[in-house]
């Protein structure tokens, strides 16, 4: 049994910042790329940012500059570092991970999301 969890999350004002947190737990053997996703309101779920087991990183174009993705592999955990918030990053966010499971099952495993909502 795998699982990932997510913290962090709430009402931030515009031009604020949050940390979003997402531990993997369970039967683990490795984990390769972990990611976070959103959706927005009305909208299709987007790929916000992704990084691999080695620490190379990618993001949308909106979030560049003002997110940083980044990862703690002795605890299984990715991070999300949202500065400069904009109310159009309102969504749930959600991570994810391929993950290897000690059965040699791989496959991508989704958090549960977390609602972050930019409003003043």
């Known amino acids: 049994q795998v699982q990932l969890v997510e913290s962090g999350g709430g009402l931030v004002q515009p031009g604020g910042s949050m940390r979003l947190s997402c531990a993997a737990s369970g039967d683990i053997l490795s984990i390769n790329t972990m990611a976070w996703h959103r959706q927005a309101p009305g909208k299709g779920r987007e790929l916000v940012a992704l990084?691999?087991?080695?620490?190379?990183?990618n993001s949308t174009d909106s979030v560049k500059g003002r997110f940083t993705i980044s990862r703690d592999n002795a605890k299984n955990t990715v991070f999300l570092q949202m500065n400069s918030l904009k109310p159009d990053d309102t969504a749930v966010y959600y991570c994810?991970?391929?993950?290897?499971?000690?059965?040699?099952?791989?496959?991508?495993?989704w958090g549960q999301g977390t609602l972050v909502t930019v409003s003043s």
């Open positions: 990084i691999t087991s080695g620490g190379i990183t």
């Open positions: 994810l991970a391929d993950i290897v499971a000690t059965t040699n099952l791989r496959k991508w495993y």
